[in-house]
């Protein structure tokens, strides 16, 4: 066995070590929870992935879409599993899902104009004084989804450019021996990295592609998304075997839907990002240079913490940057797998999945599995003032805070000041709303955030006021402000911007560390006494 | 002391320079960078690199059975007793009186074809998987038959007057052992020849009958032999699964100086201490019993365990009172905490809101949440060194009863209050392993043959604890007074009573029945109802009214339940976090723990420095579970610090087990072989060792670590596997059979399969599978 570990050559990047490869130049990758191993050869990457995760009791349904860039020859993936998977465990789903979710809970741009500010209230004061959002609406989103996608997990076992085989808990023992038997190179490197696995009685499955049922674009290929599913006491995400051999940072965003319940990483320090910022006009075109630059300050003063970017209703949404997701989606993405509530032996069909995104960034030496904790629910980002209309020292709802229910984004706000005439003896300033000219307003989420431009830009120039949470002051902190004059520019549509988020309004030790450091303190005086009274009874 | 290691604290005639370690600790706090952490642990624990130096290891495989399989039974000594010889119980007893008595209470009397329990199962096998295939049983229940070849190879293979299927496991069968092998299912050797029949006064003849049928040098090991049973590709399953299995629950105990799982200090006991304690000879016969000692006592033969149908079923009142007494002090119960819940009966994480621990007294205004209010009932092993309840962990009937009860005591809601006569009860948690069979469907009547996976595992290991969550809604509490909660148990489930009292009334039942009654003079009737035991009992006001809800000091009840808590899901590990954080304040800041007084402790009396350390271990672990490494790491090290010497192999164990979480093989390693050392009965420990050395391609050592642990269970799958992919890297012949003897014991590839098509189909399953869920209290029906 070990001859043919030395046989190996440097054909396979491990998972997101490929990434890793990548990240130490220009470019970012992100994580991935397997490996990628070919016959021919060469180097392979994977440098974007995104996982959905769904959890109810023990069981979890892992989702994740991988891309790949190498020879465009046969290769597979290897992953490791907790379990021996049967082949109804294993799916592919369409692409689309995983657009819709990542657009659901990415950071997303809004723009508001004043109102008139001699305009009568009406609606305004009937709903509480909130805002006008422009929001996609929901009904006809969700029957497009509907129409569209329909039931669409692929129940066959060979489908698209996948070739699924399961290996036995036998078969894994000796996984590089049946890789060897398949035509399939390792890298050399991989044996201290794969051992673990093996020794520790890890399964795995692997999806080979056949090369001709995937299209290569610059050398890169968007794979269909893989779900399967398990049942274990833990919740966690592998991320460990991804990152071997990467010299560089790693991006991974990671989106949980669990009926009822908003999740935390319990190994690091989580915070929220910062939201509900009003930024300068420019940040439009620049959403994910902004992003980048938010979310990089955020790390910056959190160290090594993972970023809580939405935490919300998974069918609903304010504003929504796309449409929800609906029940289809849910199934798709294992719902149809999770048992039904207490008494029912379906599957589940509630609609109370909580949407939790989160975003890590890490480097090789902190690259931990990530182990996820429940979380209290918490709101945030939403166009929600304090007080009334009238009241003249309302403000915007800032930061995270905890609530009874999950409606947290981040969520940053262009805004266009009356220029308008003002011809009455009252007028009420800050009513926010959609564009004079009575037309629909936009919202534009971030996504591809692996891709987002970095370093070029200072996040004081891009925000209209001041984050005191991030120590940052605005270049020209006169917010809002209106370089669009009365007349607003067309609506922008949802489009991929590269970017990355920032944030921390709400800052939570993982560990109650300072507890710990006091208890100890405390600790180590008792046993001091203690040795002394035990030395002076010697 | 193991080799190298520095003394602590003791017989120093010079001031003491502290361990590196300690120093270290003082020095940096927790501050410690993390390698520094491990240093404290390993420099500490006095390690050294094992010798490396000896001939490479082949494969150790688990024993075939021979000619009396798929038992493991061995025959040594050729012909000689017959099995009528084997039964024969009468000539023993003319010399050993009271001995021969106290047996003829025992289960052990009972093992064979006149219990209708056995004979009920043994059907099922036979129906199932041929008649063959209960020589599985009769290795342990049915010498006689089986050294005469009569195990019933058909329904008429059997006689019901057949002296040899009375007596069970007689006096020559367990004196007539000469070699016992740890693997289980009957892994004896047996002596069948003749005893040598002692003269009174011949002190030559009287030594040679001592030297033939003394056991005392096989000490545990006889009872293992019969008290681990799996079944397995041997009896014609697809899969192998552990059954009873007392040895391995006992060998990683603190009962053996093994225990890994948490800081302990109970003395260490075996089989015999506690199952076969020193009985006074009753003057009366004390003439006719040659074996007691000169104060007139013998090792008690009556082997009391947890069998009250047994004893009931044959009118036997001492021994039912004798089981009952010793299972009374197995457990301890408490309601340990109480706070709210949200709409979907989930509590707030982080126990937000919660009363930790649960005194009397009203739920304040935060108590009560949307989804009503929530009790915390902790159980735990206090006294017992293998699992509770022991022996074939799908057929107990050990449940909780637990009541809301008004002013009146009237129950206006509850959860396993119908379970004592209701046999389809599913909204009671019992103390049982859930087996479903193919199609993932719960098997209820211990149906071996179709036996495919355990979905849970709800008994206790010793001093283990365990905690279930009881939901009462609030348009429930209305007049609320108390949650009341009893822990019951009862030998076997209604189910099983139900197809055994089926049987007895056939015409083969009836004549066993008869076979019994001439032989034993016993009428055994299993439809009598079963005795139901109350094991434990605790009340907690909801009206500041009545006793304190456990007279056990706070410390030990929340340190008892976050030990618990830990078993939870793994993103529900920060309240064990919350609740251990709550247990290092209370044993910081109160009195000096003092020891429960009177009863069943369920923790010994500590020093005030120990009782820190025990908190410290269980938070690291809570925090661990949690993947923070580093700083479970601190706590450990300051356990440490606060622990006795030696340290405690629970405190390398621990630190061990979350390095190898994370990799941190090279730092791993070393401690796992200093818990080898200190525990050297724990299996665990040498799978976390082989695990370690594997995977840092130590292959021979690995091997090596791989052996030592399957010298104590050699069917152990995990240590099967590093086995069999050691001996592929060294390229050894052997690397075959081991592969093959690693996929023949594995665990089967479908479990987690079955596992989710049980909780698919049954909402037992489905709460069930979960450790720490949560009962909904229903409402109770109106009284009359």
Redesign the interface.
């Known amino acids: ?2 001859t043919g570990m030395r046989r190996w050559t440097l054909a396979a990047a491990m998972a997101l070590a490929a990434a890793g490869v990548t990240a130490g130049g220009s470019e970012r990758a992100e994580a991935f929870c397997g490996f990628y191993v070919s016959g021919a050869g060469g180097e392979m990457f994977n440098d974007a992935t995104q996982v959905v995760l769904m ?1 109810m ?3 979890t349904v892992l989702s994740m879409q991988n891309n790949y860039k190498g020879p465009p020859s046969a290769f597979a993936l290897v992953i490791p599993v907790p ?4 082949e109804a ?1 294993v799916k592919t789903l369409p692409a689309e899902v995983f657009k819709k979710i990542d657009q659901m809970g990415a950071p997303r741009l809004v723009e508001y104009w004043e109102q008139d500010p001699c305009q009568p209230d009406y609606e305004r004061e009937a709903s509480g004084g909130r805002g006008v959002a422009f929001s996609a609406a929901p009904m006809e989103a969700d029957k497009a989804s509907k129409d569209d996608l329909g039931v669409t997990v692929e129940a066959q076992f060979t489908v698209g450019e996948y070739e699924i085989v399961i290996l ?3 078969d894994s ?2 996984l590089e ?1 049946w890789l060897q038997q398949e035509k399939y190179q390792i890298p050399a490197g991989a ?2 990295l794969l ?2 696995y ?4 890890s399964k795995f499955f692997v999806a080979k592609v056949n090369p001709d049922k995937v299209t290569f674009a610059d050398g890169r290929a968007q794979l269909s998304p893989l779900r399967f ?8 995400l592998p991320i ?1 075997l991804g990152l071997a051999n990467s010299s560089g940072t790693q991006d991974l965003i990671v989106n949980i839907l669990a ?3 908003r ?1 935390e ?4 320090p989580n915070v929220t990002i910062p939201t509900n910022l009003d930024v300068k006009n420019e940040v439009r075109e620049r959403f994910g240079e902004f992003y980048a630059a938010l979310f990089d300050r955020t790390m910056e003063k959190n160290p090594g913490a993972v970023v809580t970017e939405y935490a919300w209703q998974a069918t609903t949404c304010d504003p929504c940057p796309g449409p929800q997701l609906d029940y289809h989606d849910l199934a798709t993405l294992g719902a149809d ?1 999770l ?2 509530e ?4 379906s599957a589940y069909q509630g609609w ?1 999945f909580v949407h939790t995104r989160m975003h890590a960034r890490y480097g090789k030496d902190n690259a ?9 629910p918490i709101i945030g980002g939403r166009e929600v003032w304090s007080g009334g209309w009238d009241d003249v020292n309302r403000t915007l709802e800032e930061r995270s805070k905890p609530a009874g229910t999950n409606a947290f984004q981040g969520r940053y706000a262009i805004r266009h000041t009356w220029t308008g005439p003002i011809a009455c003896d009252k007028p009420k300033r800050g009513r926010w709303g959609g564009p004079p000219d009575g037309g629909g307003g936009g919202v534009k989420p971030a996504l591809d955030l692996a891709f987002a431009p970095r370093g070029q830009a200072k996040l004081e120039a891009f925000v209209a006021g001041d984050v005191p949470e991030l120590a940052v002051k605005a270049t020209s902190a006169t917010a809002p402000v209106d370089p669009a004059g009365a007349t607003p520019p067309p609506a922008p549509v949802v489009e991929p911007m590269g970017k990355r988020k920032s944030g921390c309004g709400c800052s939570s030790d ?4 300072r ?3 006091a ?6 005086v ?3 006494r ?2 002394r009274q ?2 002076g009874r ?1 | 002391m193991i080799a190298g290691q520095a003394p602590h ?2 017989g ?1 005639t010079t001031p ?1 320079r502290p361990p590196r370690g300690r120093a270290l ?2 020095r940096r ?3 410690l960078g993390t390698g520094a952490l491990v240093l404290v642990l390993v420099v500490g624990l006095g390690l050294t690199t094992p010798a490396r130096a000896e001939p490479t290891l082949g494969a150790r495989l688990p024993a075939a059975p021979g000619r009396y399989g798929p038992s493991l039974l061995e025959l040594a000594g050729g012909a000689g007793a017959g099995g009528v010889e084997l039964a024969d119980v009468e000539t023993c007893a003319t010399c050993h009186a009271a001995v021969a008595a106290q047996w003829q209470a025992s289960a052990h009397s009972f093992a064979s074809f006149g219990n209708p329990i056995y004979r009920s199962n043994v059907a099922g096998v036979r129906a199932a998987l041929g008649a063959p295939a209960t020589r599985h049983c009769g290795g342990c229940h049915d010498l006689p038959l089986m050294i005469d070849d009569a195990m019933p190879t058909g329904d008429a293979g059997l006689a019901a007057d057949d002296l040899r299927a009375h007596q069970g496991v007689s006096c020559r069968v367990c004196h007539g052992v000469r070699a016992a092998r740890v693997d289980g299912n009957g892994s004896y050797t047996l002596d069948a020849a003749t005893v040598p029949t002692p003269t009174p006064g011949d002190a030559a003849s009287l030594a040679r009958h001592r030297a033939a049928t003394s056991v005392r040098a096989l000490g545990a090991e006889l009872c293992v032999s019969c008290h681990r049973g799996f079944l397995s590709p041997d009896l014609g399953l697809p899969a192998h699964l552990s059954g009873i299995d007392e040895p391995t629950a006992w060998r990683g105990s603190p009962y053996q100086a093994s225990g890994t799982a948490r800081i302990d200090a109970v003395a260490a006991r075996t089989c015999v201490d506690c199952h076969m304690p020193e009985e006074a000879v009753a003057a009366a016969v004390r003439d006719d019993e040659a074996s007691a000692g000169a104060d007139g006592r013998v090792r008690s033969h009556r082997v009391v365990g947890g069998h009250t149908w047994m004893a009931a079923m044959r009118g036997d009142a001492d021994h039912v009172a004798r089981t009952q007494a010793a299972l009374r002090d197995a457990v301890t119960l408490d309601v340990a905490a109480l706070g709210p819940v ?3 009966a ?1 509590a ?3 126990l ?1 809101g919660w009363v930790l621990p649960a005194e009397r007294g009203r739920p304040g205004p935060g108590a009560v949440g949307a989804g009503g209010l929530a009790v915390d009932v902790v159980i735990r092993n206090a006294g017992v060194g293998h699992r509770f309840p022991g022996g074939v962990l799908d057929m107990h009937d050990t449940w909780l009863e637990v009541a809301l009860v008004d002013g009146a005591g009237r129950a206006l809601a509850g959860s396993g209050l119908r379970h004592a006569a209701d046999p389809d009860d599913d909204e009671a948690h019992v103390l049982r392993t859930l087996v479903v069979d193919e199609d993932g469907r719960v098997l209820r009547q211990h149906e071996l043959a179709r036996f495919r996976a355990v979905i849970a595992n709800h008994t206790l290991a010793p001093r283990e604890a365990q905690v279930v969550r009881f939901v009462a809604p609030a348009e429930l509490l209305r007049g609320a007074a108390a949650v009341t909660v009893r822990l019951r148990h009862r030998s076997r489930t209604l189910h099983q009573q139900a197809v055994v009292c089926a049987e007895s009334r056939t015409p083969v039942g009836r004549a066993f029945a008869r076979g019994t009654g001439d032989y034993r003079d016993v009428v055994l009737d299993p439809c009598r109802p079963q005795p139901i035991t109350e094991l434990a009992s605790a009340r907690l006001g909801l009206d500041g009214a009545g006793p304190a809800p456990s007279p056990r000091p706070a410390w030990v009840r929340v340190y008892e339940h976050g030990m618990a808590l830990t078993a939870a ?6 309240e064990a ?1 919350v609740v251990l ?1 709550r247990a ?2 209370l044993v ?1 800041a109160g009195p000096a723990p003092a020891p429960a007084a009177g009863g069943a402790s369920a923790e010994p009396a500590v ?3 120990t009782a ?1 350390a025990m908190v ?1 271990v269980q938070l690291a672990a809570a ?1 661990g ?5 580093d ?1 479970a790491l ?2 450990l090290a ?1 356990a440490r ?2 622990a006795p010497r030696p340290t405690p192999a629970a405190i390398p164990a621990l630190a061990a087990e979350l390095l190898a979480r ?2 941190r ?1 090279q730092e791993a390693a070393p401690l796992a072989r200093a818990v080898v050392e200190r525990a050297p009965g724990n299996t665990g420990a040498h799978v976390a060792l082989a ?1 370690a050395l ?4 130590d292959d021979a050592g ?1 091997l090596r670590a791989a052996h030592a642990g399957l010298a104590l269970a050699p069917r152990e799958p ?1 240590l099967l ?2 086995q ?2 050691a001996l ?2 060294l ?1 050894h012949p052997d690397a075959p059979a081991a ?1 093959a003897a ?2 023949r014991f ?2 089967p ?5 079955l ?2 098509a049980c ?5 037992v399953c ?2 069930e ?3 720490a869920h949560a009962h ?1 209290l229903s409402p109770s029906p109106p009284v009359d």
């Open positions: 066995m070990k959890r009791g023990t069981r379990v021996v998977l049967q465990d036995s808990a036998k023992t000796g021996t044996e201290p051992r673990p093996v020794s520790g009685g599913h398990y049942d274990h006491d833990d919740f966690s460990r009926p009822g319940q999740y990483v319990g190994n690091r797998v048992a039904g207490r008494g029912q032996v109370d931990d599995d990530l182990v996820f904790k429940q979380a209290a993982a560990g109650g560390g507890a710990v450091l208890a100890a303190l405390v600790l180590l008792l046993g001091r203690r040795r035990e030395a010697r | 604290g003791r120093a003491a600790a003082r706090g927790p501050g949200d709409a979907s989930q707030p994480p982080g937000t899901i793994g993103e529900r590990a920060a976090e954080r290092l304040a910081l020093a005030p420095a820190r410290l925090v579970r949690l993947g923070r490494t700083e601190t706590l300051w610090v606060l994370v990799w093989w695990r594997s995977s840092l391609g690995a995990e596997r590093v069999a992919i592929a890297a390229e592969l690693f996929d594995r665990a590839d479908v479990s987690s399969e596992r989710i909780a698919r189909q049954s909402p489905a709460r599978r979960e450790g909904l």
